[in-house]
């Protein structure tokens, strides 16, 4: 008899310790799960859209410029910017814009002690062919490789430095 009781000790204490790291792993998991409320969506997360996309057109580009969100899609200081997708579709009345990157533009960097500038942030397209008509979205991309959506377009009809610009809104992801 003795020998069973001790079996049920040894099991009553295995399963004992099994209990407390069970209780222990969810203590820990709860804990670090949504620090002030529950987990969110990555797009939650996003880069709110860029501000204030403007393009010009150059003797053999269109240079598009804009500002840099300073939140999230969800209003929270945007901290992880990482950099932007710029997206171009060929324009055509008759079918609705397909979009495609063509570049990836990286934040810059500011050099310790300098003073960040203001100004915004510009991409030269110099692949674009006279007499056509494109648009261009540009969106920021978080660390996480996460994009944000867009609130306007360009529309270009290059035709060198007399290029025919158009600014539109937008709703929703490019």
Avoid: H
Wanted: one cysteine or more; glycine letters at 10%.
């Amino acid at each position: 008899m003795t020998s069973v009781k001790a079996q049920g000790n040894k099991r009553f204490r295995a399963s004992s310790v099994a209990f407390a790291c069970g209780v222990l792993a969810l203590a820990v998991a709860l804990q670090a799960c949504g620090k002030k409320a529950g987990p969110r969506p990555p797009e939650a997360l996003a880069p709110a859209p860029v501000q204030f996309l403007a393009a010009k057109g150059a003797v053999d580009a269109v240079v598009l410029s804009w500002q840099p969100p300073k939140e999230t899609a969800s209003g929270e200081d945007l901290v992880d910017l990482a950099g932007y997708v710029v997206k171009r579709s060929a324009y055509s009345k008759d079918e609705e814009a397909d979009f495609e990157d063509i570049a990836e533009v990286p934040v810059p960097t500011v050099e310790p002690g300098a003073v960040p500038q203001s100004r915004g942030i510009a991409f030269r397209d110099d692949t674009v062919q006279p007499g056509k008509a494109y648009e261009y979205a540009v969106v920021g991309v978080n660390e996480s490789g996460v994009e944000g959506g867009s609130t306007s377009v360009v529309r270009v009809t290059f035709i060198g430095e007399s290029s025919v610009i158009e600014t539109f809104a937008v709703g929703g992801k490019q």
